[in-house]
């Protein structure tokens, strides 16, 4: 018997996959626990509109984190932060602090998780820092280190 899966069986299959079953595993085990249905020419016509649907959401989830890696290209976000002699920092610049400081000056609304800092801020000047907006696209916002 097909089977269209509904999740992820271990040892059969992921979800939104055919597969062939024998009748018994199907009756028994498979549809009882709601884990798959009949891969009759109904289902089989829904899989294929959810795919469909799955898709171009996908497509529009990259292309809106196409236009924000673009928007914080343009951006710049001033930190203010205590310093001592020779611009050396007391503390560091965090990736919260940068989300905070961007959702005020800018009206960004960035994750802390997703901003990616190579390493602790520590000094004065200008940084690159990288923000993962999707698994495809990161975005490049400028932040400036500045004395209080």
Known sequence: MKVILL???????????????????ARNFVLPKKLGAEANSKNMNDLKLQKANEEKIAKQQLEEAQEMAKLLETKEVIVKMKSGEGGKTFGSIS????????KKQCDLELDKKK????????????YEVHVKLHTKVTGKLKVKVVEK
């Open 95 to 102: 990736s919260k602090e940068i989300a905070e400081e961007a």
């Open 7 to 25: 999740q992820d069986v271990k040892s059969l299959g992921k979800k939104g996959e055919i597969v062939e079953v024998s009748d018994g595993y």
């Open 115 to 126: 901003i990616q800092l190579p390493e602790a801020i520590k000094s004065l000047g200008v």
